[in-house]
């Protein structure tokens, strides 16, 4: 018998929909859709906006960096974790960029969940299905309770 995920069950409700709402700041900064969500894999898309770019009006690495965090949080949410985590590191290969004005791809999933550590991958595609970067990341599991997404949903938080 599997165990019921509430978490999976209202962040479905989410798909197509952009985050307008979020217990994270920078999740409204970046503007993301869900697109996809399963236990352990989140896919969102990112418009590129003017405030993401480099002076060539490419993403700025560390705005491509925040995106692959950002979608890899939320793929760590879908397993209903019981305590909260914090990225112990994120090892970005950026490949490719993309210009102001366009949407990316990112797919997070989980790679092993550990009682204490949680490793996950994140590629970020462009419109045409490229690769524009690759990522893998380890997250230790805090001591602070996690954040139930179906109570803050229903408290207007999220």
Known sequence: MTKSNPTIAYLKTLINKPFLRSISPSTLLLGGTLRH???????????????????????????????????????????????MFTTTNLNVNFLFGARVGEVIHAKANVIRMGKKIANFECKVFNAAGEVIASSTTNLVVTTVKAIQFADLHHHQQI
């Open 37 to 83: 969500i399963d236990v352990g894999e989140a896919w969102i898309d990112y418009p590129i906006k003017k405030e993401m770019s480099n002076p060539i009006g490419m993403i700025q690495g560390g705005f491509l960096a925040a995106i692959i965090d950002d979608t890899i949080g939320l793929a760590f949410f879908s397993m209903d974790p019981k305590f």
